[in-house]
């Protein structure tokens, strides 16, 4: 069975600094992870995933997530937040099951 | 090309009654599946299709909710005597095959209003 935890449904940071966006899973598989972003009123749009290729995976909008197995972590950064980055964002695992979410984390951007 | 697309986007409707929303997915998908999302909760997984092979209807909350898709074309999701709790974004979302690090595309939901 495979779960995610997101740590902190709401995090705020200032426009400019680094956005960090916690994500720890439970699998009993080796996973494949992945971050979604959803702005208001739309659906889900894949920002990146993990598929073993590489444990520091980029994806759009200047994001990316690092793969730590030890830590059973995939947390999302951003060096320097911008306020078109305000969004919920959601962590998801796939095992040998559909892909599980967290419970999402609010991000907002002060000026 | 053409994403997943949802109808209605919106619907309100009174305890009781019978709902039918749909997801047309990306063609050439054959996987299809089905979530709920309650005001500032995660997505809960309901229902998914793969190819022509039995739904896994692991996820669905009871025997009111019910899912048909005809081969790898349109889905309908059916809420029958709707209960206020069912009040919800229903997201649909569709991927080339299920499982591995293939990509989910989501549609942008039903919002379900029960009254």
């Known amino acids: 069975a495979q779960s995610v935890t997101q740590l902190g449904s709401h995090v705020s940071v200032s426009e400019g600094a680094l956005v960090l966006l916690r994500c720890n899973y439970s699998?009993?598989?080796?996973?494949?992870l992945f971050w979604y972003v959803q702005y208001p009123n739309q659906g889900l749009q894949l920002l990146l995933k993990?598929?073993?290729?590489?444990?520091l995976v980029k994806g759009i909008n200047g994001f990316e997530a690092e793969f730590k197995k030890s830590e059973t972590s995939f947390h999302l950064t951003k060096p320097s937040a911008h306020m078109s980055d305000a969004a919920e964002y959601f962590c998801?695992?796939?095992?040998?099951?559909?892909?599980?979410f967290g419970k999402g984390t609010r991000l907002s951007v002060i000026a | 090309g053409a994403g997943v697309s949802q109808s209605p986007s919106n619907k309100v409707t009174e305890k009781g009654k019978d709902v039918e929303l749909r997801c047309d997915p990306i063609?050439?998908?054959?996987?299809l599946y089905w979530y709920r999302q309650r005001l500032g909760q995660g997505l809960e997984f309901l229902i998914y299709?793969?190819?022509?092979?039995?739904?896994?209807k692991s996820g669905l909350p009871s025997d009111r909710f019910s899912a048909e898709r005809t081969g790898e074309s349109v889905s309908t999701l059916t809420i029958q005597r709707t209960q206020q709790e069912d009040s919800a974004v229903y997201l649909c979302?569709?991927?080339?095959?299920?499982?591995?690090?293939?990509?989910?595309?989501f549609g942008p939901g039903t919002r379900l209003t029960v009254t």
């Open positions: 993990y598929t073993s290729a590489a444990t």
């Open positions: 979302a569709s991927s080339e095959r299920q499982g591995g690090s293939y990509e989910q595309y």
């Open positions: 998801a695992v796939r095992g040998n099951t559909p892909l599980v």
């Open positions: 699998s009993s598989v080796p996973p494949y």
């Open positions: 299709f793969q190819g022509n092979s039995a739904p896994d």
């Open positions: 063609s050439g998908h054959t996987a």
